[in-house]
């Protein structure tokens, strides 16, 4: 492999964007470490403020308060063009009148390189993406796919110590975006460069990263790794947001969560007692069973529908109290049951995390 | 009924007072017309970059403000088009006076006392008035084409914001360069009725000898080839504009309903 | 991200204040009490509107010039509509040169137009004739109803002439009920831009008037070369008030069938 400099960390201590005279915040005191290498992945609806904060990174956009560290230096001073970043725009921003090459030689050129360089460099690049044989195709010519492997080249060519990447496989259709994936997986493992990466895809955000930050209205809910949010989510948006769950509400009290006609066993937390809280268990921890019945970690429901899914089944059911759940089995592991049974379901402790409500 | 008249312009030019291309000769080299000529070319130079030097970041804010602001950009533009061509030179008779308000500024702001009417420069600011709708147009109309995240991606590759622009955006929207300023050019040639009621008499335009050529001494002659002259300056610059965009787009009146 | 430096607003401003004052700036000036071009007047009355539509010489100006406009209205939008559909809908040889003649009246300097057309008309006899008015300006409108209209029928969906046959429409109803309707807008505009190119036409008109028969234009014309006289600001506004109620009617009848 050429001579990559590894990846550089970044480091946002309380960063803030508002915009004009809006009343919140875009991104509102954010703080967050990417280690040097790492593959992250901002994760949120859309308006949560990941894109914002992204570009904020870059020197795309004003920063209203905070600090941003990119490797050791503070850049808040640094302009855009000289923060050597890569970034992948979500449409692209291919220059229309330049051709692949001319586009991917573009940052190379800024940076005064020996054109002799310039050609070895942009011609390996190119070849990476595996776009070698269409390094003289104006932008318009190459299929979007295409485009965005150009945009891909043109953000990594100079070697960046970070790449920022804003939804940049949005625009295509699921077959060419998994694709894709691979291939932004391949070139991170293969370049060791930082990545930041923008999407509000939960499949794509738990495909690539390492980590993944849960942006939800202008805040980070959660950073962790796809099985940390999966199993061990901090609020109910993260539980929500990432997957099905199944929550039950109640009042703290002396190690049981009770209310809503429940009271079960709560798992170890450092909420204090008389707070509200909710009981989150994912659908494929729960178990279900025929004979009605509720206890320290069950609780009765109705069967309202089952829906076959490929290689599971998800029972859809409804708790006592009125609340919408779903069971996820495995089709070697199917219960007896069919809509309008009455039924138990149970979990393991280990398996229910509690969150404030 | 355009070509017939066009035709006999061409043949006056040729026959009278007798047949031969002596008309075309003494326009080349009696020395009356060769300074109009000059004079007019100059101005034509003056006025074009004067509207694209004041067109082009006015087009520019019309693509970066919100749409409300975007229709009131857009209606002063069109304004010039339905209001009398008249009645704003008349205007500018009165503006430009000795002692008018543009005077009365320009001291205020310590420019002393500057003769505009009967001026090449009160000519210059009334003509570029009337052309800065057909430079904002076609000017706008490239730049609303352009992507908005290119220089973004332009700073995000290391390119200082100088270089963005004209490595980027400047490339992107040449072909409305082009077309404004083609058209201005070929617009400001054969303007009579500004320079002639503005300008001094002394500082006269082509437009306003072919007038008193016809007019006054009713010389069909001189006229037609002064004409023509004229008229094959203007086509081949409008041939320039041809290679970079239809004619209609040219004339910024094509696509007026898509728009908005 | 409509952030826009002071500098470009500060161009923006200059360039908006540029086009727009001219326009305005002879309505203020219509109501002055004194015998002068004075900015702002010191005194204010009525009297130069008293004294415009009491002059016969500005009422027959102003009459002529409305029904002429009238009346190259209705022949340019026939014959510029007529045209448009044979542009586009027909394929015939020479399509491509005969819209760059119809087109040419635009781009040719008017001046050169205008000295071509004296010419002729001298010849034939309808110097300072309504005829020679008439056809005259009608040249000069009639490519700008080609503008709008071929573009409103470039954008027409043929599939609908289709679904009208299909239904059992003949060629005449489907044109009537179908055609003509949705493309009405583009002939709409296209007849508002003829009456404002006649009514405000002044070169070819200079050349072509007599005394006995002027347009408001050309009276205006000779009103600012000759004469200290206010009611030229009175003809100013009037001109730009009817010119302006014209163009805002499309608008606001668009504006009706929107609704309904």
Partial sequence: MPDHSPGAGVRVRDLTKRFGSAARPAVDAVSLDVRPGEFMTFLGPSGSGKTTTLNMIAGLEGVTGGEIRIGDRDVAALPAHRRDLGVVFQQYALFPHMTAAQNVAFPLRRRKLPKAEIAERVARTLDLVRLGDHADRLPRKLSGGQQQRVALARAIVFDPRVLLMDEPLGALDKKLREQLQIEIARLHRELGVTVIFVTHDQEEALALSDRIAVFNEGRIEQVGTASDLYERPATRFVAAFLGDSNAFEGTLSGGRLAGDGLDLRAPATDLPDGSRAALIVRPERLRLSGAPGSGDNAVSADVTDIVYQGAFRKVLIRFGNGGAGCVREAIGALSDIAPGDRVTVHWSPDHAVLVPA | MFVVPMARLAWLSVTTPETGLANYRDVLTDGVSLTVIWRTLRMMLVVTAVCLLFAYPYAYVMTVVPPRTRAVLTTIVLLPFWTSLMARTFAWVVLLQKGGPVNDALAALGLGDVRLAGSATGVTIAMAQVMLPFMVLPLYSSMRDVDRALVPAALSLGARPAVAFLRVYLPLTLPGVAAGTTLVAVLSLGFYVTPALLGSPKESMIAQLIAVKVQDVLDFGAGGALSLTLLVVALALLGLVARFVRPGAALGMSDEGDRR | ?260
Avoid: C
């Fill in chain 3, 1 to 260: 991200m409509s952030r826009v430096s002071w500098p470009l607003r500060a161009v923006t401003a200059l360039v908006a204040v540029w086009l727009v004052v001219p326009t305005l700036i002879v309505i203020p000036l219509s109501f002055t009490d004194r015998a002068s071009f004075a900015f702002p007047p010191k005194g204010w009355s009525l009297r130069y509107y008293e004294r415009f539509f009491t002059d016969s010489g500005w009422l027959i100006a102003l009459f002529n010039s409305a029904q002429l406009a009238l009346i190259v209205t209705v022949v340019a939008t026939a014959l510029g509509s007529a045209a448009s559909f044979a542009l586009v809908r027909s394929r015939f040889r020479g399509a491509g040169a005969l819209n760059g003649l119809l087109m040419a009246p635009i781009v040719v300097p008017t001046i050169i137009v205008a000295i071509a057309v004296y010419a002729t008309f001298l010849r034939w006899g309808l110097v300072g004739t309504a005829a020679g008015f008439v056809l005259a300006h009608t040249v000069l409108a009639t490519p700008y109803v080609i503008v709008t209209v071929t573009s409103a029928l470039r954008t027409f969906d043929r599939r609908l002439e289709r679904a009208a046959a299909s239904l059992g429409a003949t060629p005449w109803a489907t044109l009537r009920h179908v055609t003509l309707p949705l493309i009405l807008p583009g002939v709409a505009s296209g007849a508002v831009f003829a009456f404002v190119t006649s009514f405000d036409e002044v070169v070819v008109s200079l050349f072509i008037q007599s005394p006995e028969l002027q347009t408001l234009p050309v009276r205006m014309f000779s009103g600012v070369t000759n004469e200290v006289d206010p009611t030229i600001a009175a003809a100013s506004t009037v001109v730009v008030a009817i010119t302006t109620a014209l163009i805002l009617l499309p608008q606001l009848l668009r504006r009706n069938t929107d609704h309904a």
